[in-house]
């Protein structure tokens, strides 16, 4: 398995502050991943990055936003959050270069947003 | 839109019997498709991939059919097991932007 550490595991947080997740990996995959579970929902991604400085949006990304100064960190930044992001968040990577392969996934971390 | 569906939020199975879980996708473009199980508390965890240049792919007790006329694939297990009981997701990968879209998950429950 791919060494992804997400911090913090759990979170709580008041409404209207900002909160930023961490994803550190260390399989130097290209290729990281941040993605919501909510029930009914399944997984959905919010946003993805295909190397350093380079993101791009999911499909549930209003609210958020993503920095990737090093290969190896993925941070994600809810800018003020709202109790619509209380949610499980997973971390991701994936290493394939010229063709998909399976992703990796991080343990989560429980955000709670009141 | 929901672009990968799994219509089927749970299944329950006796032990020793086969479990076939579905899922639906819409995008011809498609390329590469994968299942992850969950158990509670913890990430997902790979477990079977196929391309799309193939129709089937087995590891194991685990077969993952492709059938891309009909945009459906399968995940047949064989013989259930107790540990197998987690949430199944199925998932596609967006060519060109190695984007990793997911269903909804079924959640399976094996009987012993």
């Known amino acids: 398995d791919a060494g992804i550490t997400q911090s913090p595991r759990h979170k709580v947080t008041e409404t209207g502050t900002p909160v930023t997740l961490r994803c550190h990996q260390t399989?130097?995959?290209?290729?990281m991943y941040w993605y919501r579970q909510d029930p009914g929902h399944g997984l959905r991604l919010i946003h993805y990055?295909?190397?350093?400085?380079?993101?791009d949006k999911g499909e549930v990304s209003d609210g958020y936003s993503v920095s990737r100064s090093k290969t190896e960190d993925f941070l994600l930044t809810l800018e003020s959050a709202t109790s619509s992001q209380t949610s499980v968040y997973f971390c991701?990577?994936?290493?394939?270069?010229?063709?998909?392969?399976?992703?990796?996934f991080g343990q989560g971390t429980r955000l709670t947003v009141v | 839109d929901q672009q990968v569906k799994q219509n089927s939020p749970s299944l329950s199975v006796q032990e020793g019997r086969i479990s076939i879980l579905n899922c639906d996708y819409t995008?011809?473009?498609?390329?590469?498709f994968l299942w992850y199980k969950k158990y509670p508390a913890e990430g997902p965890t790979f477990l079977i991939s196929?391309?799309?240049?193939?129709d089937k792919n087995e590891d194991g007790r685990f077969t993952v059919f492709l059938n891309k006329s009909a945009k459906h694939l399968s995940l047949h297990i064989v013989p259930s097991q107790p540990g197998d009981s987690a949430v199944y997701f199925c998932?596609?990968?967006?060519?060109?932007?190695?984007?990793?879209?997911f269903g909804t998950g079924t959640r399976l429950k094996v009987l012993a």
């Open positions: 990055s295909y190397g350093v400085k380079d993101t």
């Open positions: 995008n011809s473009m498609f390329d590469y």
């Open positions: 399989e130097n995959h290209r290729y």
């Open positions: 991701a990577t994936q290493g394939g270069a010229d063709r998909p392969t399976e992703a990796f």
């Open positions: 998932a596609a990968s967006d060519p060109g932007t190695y984007k990793y879209i």
């Open positions: 196929i391309s799309s240049i193939k």
